[in-house]
T-cell receptor, first 114, second 109 residues
Framework: NAGVTQTPKFQVLKTGQSMTLQCAQD?????MSWYRQDPGMGLRLIHY???????DQGEVPNGYNVSRSTTEDFPLRLLSAAPSQTSVYFC?????????????FGSGTRLTVV | TQLLEQSPQFLSIQEGENLTVYCNSS?????LQWYRQEPGEGPVLLVT?????EVKKLKRLTFQFGDARKDSSLHITAAQPGDTGLYLC?????????FGDGTTLTVKP
């Protein structure tokens, strides 16, 4: 099993550019989330989804959009990149987190906005 | 916003020592999870605790969930260099996982 696959692994953007971070999982998990991790800090929730067609905002949603058209895919769109969005982005999926199932994380996308 | 505070932020110890890290919140969670993250990788789940007062053991690691389901601790016995990493706790409520800022553990040989 591939688990959670994130692409690209590295990306450099210019301020104002837009792009989409891809995330796919092959475990038939209902729950998927996007986090960002800045140096010396934990993970901050950007957006999450509890199933196909359902998304909601996390702690730091501004500047990001998501959609969940299928169970497998949960892309994160940066609308107009800013230097403050330089970070490592992690996608994660879970079956039923509230009942004890943990999240499986991808290996991350390292984004630099110049 | 539900906040999770982890302490200490950094911990450097010698191989063979014991240690405890803490995860505290003013909010109640339906479950609490502990993850370990190595540089350049995503976090990996160590354990989930669900019931207040629950204690789980994973080899040399002991996890405890507070009676009120607001806090948790991770105790490592006889730490080894392979335990080095970032330890993150996450509170789960209504399908959302909120992470603490983590404890960076370094175990010196």
């Amino acid at each position: 099993n591939a688990g959670v696959t994130q692409t690209p692994k590295f990306q450099v953007l210019k301020t104002g550019q837009s792009m989409t971070l891809q995330c796919a999982q092959d475990m038939n998990h209902e729950y998927m989330s996007w986090y960002r991790q800045d140096p010396g800090m934990g993970l901050r929730l950007i957006h999450y989804s509890v199933g196909a067609g359902i998304t909601d905002q996390g702690e730091v949603p501004n500047g990001y959009n998501v959609s969940r058209s299928t169970t497998e895919d949960f892309p994160l769109r940066l609308l107009s990149a800013a230097p403050s969005q330089t970070s490592v982005y992690f996608c994660a999926s879970s079956s039923v987190p509230g009942q004890g199932a943990g999240y499986t994380f991808g290996s991350g996308t390292r984004l630099t906005v110049v | 916003t539900q906040l999770l505070e982890q302490s200490p932020q950094f911990l450097s110890i010698q191989e063979g020592e014991n240690l405890t890290v803490y995860c505290n919140s003013s909010s109640v969670f339906s479950s609490l999870q502990w993850y370990r993250q190595e540089p350049g990788e995503g976090p990996v789940l160590l354990v989930t605790v669900v019931t207040g007062g629950e204690v789980k053991k994973l080899k040399r690691l002991t996890f405890q969930f507070g009676d009120a389901r607001k806090d948790s601790s991770l105790h490592i016995t006889a730490a080894q260099p392979g335990d080095t990493g970032l330890y993150l706790c996450a509170g789960v409520e209504a399908g959302k996982s909120t992470f603490g800022d983590g404890t960076t553990l370094t175990v010196k040989p």
